[in-house]
């Protein structure tokens, strides 16, 4: 539809019909075609009032959009189709690694492609919006929805969730195998204190935006059509509610120009978090900061008119969050053809097996070796083995956000292992332990339930359960050789499990060919590549705990860190565990002949890997950079390059890497981006432990 035309069609709207649009209800109030039971009645609803809706959350399947739509349809005075949206977070029915499991592929491409076969397999389930990315910053595992971010460091957040827009999105919105994406959630969240789910958010204007804002500038500027706001407040204010937020910051600085939707229920809990009165005056906050669509209540849908009316919330501002809308439906050629995505995709079950077939490689490509002591890993064809945990035959491997996933179907996994040998033994219980002696090597299947991460899953232990580590702590009695594998949805405490174990791989919750992939990686079919999004402690009790933490005025060095007056734990270290960027391959790969080359306004630095294996292998070389004197305080590091190369078994690659001033930019007291003139030491490796390989003498 032309916009003369979506222009013809607002002004033909009433404010009744116009305030429609921006409520967003789930499929339920249509569950009895739209008789006034339940939900309606809870709300005090007409039918009147629920064909006038303009979107709904939470289908599960194409036959439920078809009714629901052709029934609206039947009823709505003007024709303007609804618009479906969902969560597919990691996949729909086929369930791809998490996203914190994606991020440690260190890939865009690996997102955008699981991005991209989520939203062929959701829109043939007739989805239009989904909401994801999530690109809240995290740094601290504490926090359940640690497992849907890309971690701890902005520039790796923001690439990937760049990938992700890129990936739903596509070329056009028209082509009906793509989502409309909806970045989340504005802005913070991840900053819960004490990483305690919808717990307050106090951070500085200069942490907001050097770490919280780029990855949802990065989403805006790849075309992203919803921003989603957060729960929580910032500068005191909830963000739902927060007119300096949306109005100066996402719509002036970062230039948005689509949709502004709120959490689920948010624009209600400006009342919880008293700084609305009633629903009305929580209506007139979430309007008056610019929220567009309330999600999940009422309080738009009954009390938006009235605030017009009396010229507290601008008509102005009304028709141009109803454009939003229009343009978006427009956008997703719904107005042409309300069932856009329905029946235009090939058979369900070739759409399966393709999607199987990528999330088996994609996991494989997210699992992060951390231990593999004396290369006990991979495994040999000839290897005796055992399979003992609690995860060896679970299938709760998906995590969480994949509820339209069916967790019976996901590779288990013993079923992986045994479709690569027979030379295996299921431990599974005591009278089976001496059965551990006689293998040359034990797999120990250790995790989290998947209910222990997600929403509302956060936690106070990161270690995994006394039980678990009892149980590896028998199994060492009986044989040594020990491979754990886990299944986990955030950075854990695994100082005890290090201490029981050769080899550790962390793989995640892997999604529906879970098995299968683990299997792949421990037999070496696929080399491992994964590393570390996020700092793995030492102790709960060092959260939160980063690569990039800030330059102090006692930092513990090689000299002082006896002394009693430094920044510093009497009972731990102050480093990770396992460090940001950490994870190990099968390979050995080393970098040489490094060369920097300054050229004051830009460097180069050179680099060559050398693969010196049987085995073809990917790492990720990172270069880190440290401004030795900024006008405010920095990151003792910052990532500023990374790079998965692939580099085949036995040879070397020369690759390079260009930094200008853009890179080495960052907030002024003013708020103001740019870079100073001085000396920029640069870290090259493949961890965030990099070591030093000179510096850059920044001159603009
Ligand atoms: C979550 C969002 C989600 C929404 C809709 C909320 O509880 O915070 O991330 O998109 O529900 O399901």
Same mark, same amino acid.
């Not at 991209?116 to 999530?134: D, I, N, Q, Y």
């Not at 738009?300 to 141009?320: A, T």
């Not at 199987?356 to 070796?369: H, T």
């Given at each position: ?18 305030? *429609? ?48 739509? /052709? ?45 991209? &076969? ?5 829109? /043939? ?24 971010? =890309? ?9 990937? $969730?760049? @990938? ?26 991840? !900053? ?36 989603? #706001? ?55 906050? @979430? ?31 009304? =028709? ?12 997703? *050629? ?37 231990? =593999? ?81 997600? !929403?509302?899953?956060?936690? #106070? ?5 006394? !039980? ?14 020990? $491979? ?54 030492? /102790?709960?009790?060092?959260?939160? &705990? ?15 860190? #006896? ?46 890997? $050398? ?38 078994? *036995? ?50």
């Amino acid at each position: 539809m032309k916009k003369e035309k979506l222009d013809q069609l607002l002004e033909k709207l009433s404010l009744e019909e116009k305030v *429609g649009q921006l409520v967003q209800l789930g499929p339920m109030f249509f569950s009895e075609g739209g008789e006034i039971t339940g939900p309606m009645q809870a709300m005090d609803m007409t039918k009147t009032e629920l064909y006038q809706i303009g979107s709904v959350l939470g289908t599960h399947t194409k036959e439920e959009v078809k009714n629901i739509q /052709s029934t609206y349809l039947e009823h709505s005075a003007h024709g303007i189709p609804l618009m479906f949206m969902a969560d597919v977070i990691h996949g729909y029915e086929t369930i791809f690694p998490i996203p914190l499991a994606l991020a440690s592929s260190f890939d865009p491409s690996i997102v955008k492609e699981m991005a991209r &076969l989520s939203a062929k397999e959701a829109t /043939s389930a007739g989805v239009h919006v989904t909401f994801s990315p999530m690109a809240d910053l995290v740094r601290d595992p504490r926090w359940g929805r640690v497992l849907e971010s =890309n971690g701890e460091d902005p520039l790796l957040n923001a690439t990937l $969730i760049k @990938a992700y827009v890129e990936g739903y999105q596509g070329d056009s919105l028209l082509d009906p195998e793509t989502l409309a994406a909806c970045v989340k959630h504005f802005i913070g969240y991840g !900053e819960a204190e004490g990483g305690r789910d919808y717990n307050t958010v106090d951070i500085s204007d200069l942490v907001l935006y050097q770490n919280h804002l780029p990855a949802f500038k990065a989403a805006i500027d790849a075309g992203v059509k919803l921003v989603m #706001t957060s729960f929580n407040t910032i500068r005191g204010i909830p963000a739902t509610g927060n007119r300096w937020l949306l109005q100066d910051v996402l719509r002036r600085d970062l230039n948005f120009d689509g949709v502004i939707i709120s959490d689920w229920a948010s624009v209600h809990e400006l009342i919880n978090h008293r700084v609305a009165a009633d629903k009305r005056d929580a209506t007139f906050k @979430a309007a008056n900061a610019g929220v567009e669509i309330d999600m999940m209540t009422d309080n738009y849908q009954h009390h938006l008119v009235d605030l017009v009316k009396e010229g507290l919330i601008s008509e102005e501002f009304i =028709n141009q969050a109803v454009m939003h809308v229009l343009q978006l439906k427009n956008d997703l *050629g719904l107005f042409e053809d309300p069932y856009r995505s329905l029946d235009k995709h090939p058979e369900k079950e070739i759409i399966e097996v393709e999607l199987r077939a990528e999330s088996r490689r994609i996991a494989s490509q997210s699992m992060v070796l951390l231990e =593999n002591q004396q290369a006990i890993l991979p495994l040999q064809k000839e290897d005796q083995l055992a399979l003992i945990g609690p995860l060896a035959e679970s299938h709760d491997l998906l995590g969480a956000w994949s509820w339209i996933g069916k967790t019976e179907q996901s590779v288990t996994i013993s079923e992986g292992l045994l479709s690569k040998t027979k030379q295996i033994e299921m431990v599974k219980d005591r009278h089976d332990y001496v059965k551990l002696k006689y293998v040359d090597k034990v797999i120990v299947a250790l995790g989290e339930h998947s209910e222990e991460t997600g !929403e509302g899953g956060s936690k #106070t232990e990161i270690t995994l359960p006394q !039980e678990q580590i009892d149980l590896l702590k028998e199994v060492y009695k009986w044989n040594q050789n020990i $491979i754990v594998v886990l299944i986990n949805g955030r950075p854990l405490d695994l100082t005890e499990i290090k201490m029981y174990s050769r080899a550790i791989l962390e793989a995640w919750f892997p999604g529906s060919e879970a098995g299968n992939a683990i299997a792949d990686v421990l037999y070496g079919d696929v080399n491992p590549s994964g590393k570390l999004p996020m700092s793995f402690p030492r /102790s709960v009790g060092q959260v939160p &705990l980063t690569y990039n933490m800030m330059s102090t005025g006692r930092a513990i060095n090689e000299y002082n860190h #006896t002394q009693k007056y430094v920044s510093k734990y009497l009972d731990n270290e102050n480093t990770a565990l396992y460090p940001f960027g950490y994870g190990l391959t099968y390979s050995n790969v080393k970098l040489s002949e490094v060369e920097v080359i300054d050229k004051g306004d830009n460097v180069t630095v050179n680099y060559t890997l $050398i693969n010196p294996s049987m085995l073809d292998a990917q790492e990720v070389v990172q270069l880190y950079v440290k401004d030795i004197v900024t006008e405010v305080a920095r990151p003792e590091r910052e990532l500023k390059y990374f790079e998965k190369v692939f580099i085949s078994a *036995g040879a070397s690659k020369k690759c390079s890497v260009n930094l200008t001033s853009e890179d080495i930019a960052y907030y002024h007291p003013d708020l103001i981006k740019k870079a100073d003139d001085g000396t920029i030491e640069l870290y090259l490796g493949l961890d965030s432990q990099a070591p030093l390989i000179g510096s850059w003498h920044y001159k603009a």
